[in-house]
Nanobody, 121 residues
Framework: QVQLVESGGGLVQPGGTLGLSCAAN????????MGWYRQTPGKQRELVAT???????DYADSVKGRFTISRDNGKNTVYLQMNILKPDDTAVYYC???????????????WGQGTQVTVSS
């Protein structure tokens, strides 16, 4: 069974920094694209950043230049470094990964449990 386990998050002042990590645990064949999404009450979950297995990245316009996504394929872990945080970045952040559970299964999308990030003075 595949699980995405997130860590990090918390309360930070505007202009501050925060880091998130997400590890894929369990037995699986291969991890493809990984990413971070966020959601606030009453709104749809939105893309923050994604990274492919060979390191190609993509970012939402609202976080470009402030957030950095990275991954360690050896540790099956994706990271999100968040700098110059703004109150509008306040949300629950979710890790996502497309994973092939075994050689005979199709690729499936998995989600982490979510972690709260609050930017407030």
């Amino acid at each position: 069974q595949v699980q995405l386990v997130e860590s990090g998050g918390g309360l930070v002042q505007p202009g501050g920094t925060l880091g998130l990590s997400c590890a894929a645990n369990g037995i699986f064949s291969r991890i493809y694209i990984m990413g971070w999404y966020r959601q606030t009450p009453g709104k749809q979950r939105e893309l923050v950043a994604t990274i492919t297995s060979d390191g190609s990245t993509d970012y939402a316009d609202s976080v470009k230049g402030r957030f950095t996504i990275s991954r360690d394929n050896g540790k099956n872990t994706v990271y999100l470094q968040m700098n110059i945080l703004k109150p509008d970045d306040t949300a629950v952040y979710y890790c996502n990964a497309n994973i092939k559970p075994d050689l005979w299964s199709t690729i499936r999308g998995y989600w982490g449990q979510g972690t709260q990030v609050t930017v407030s003075s």
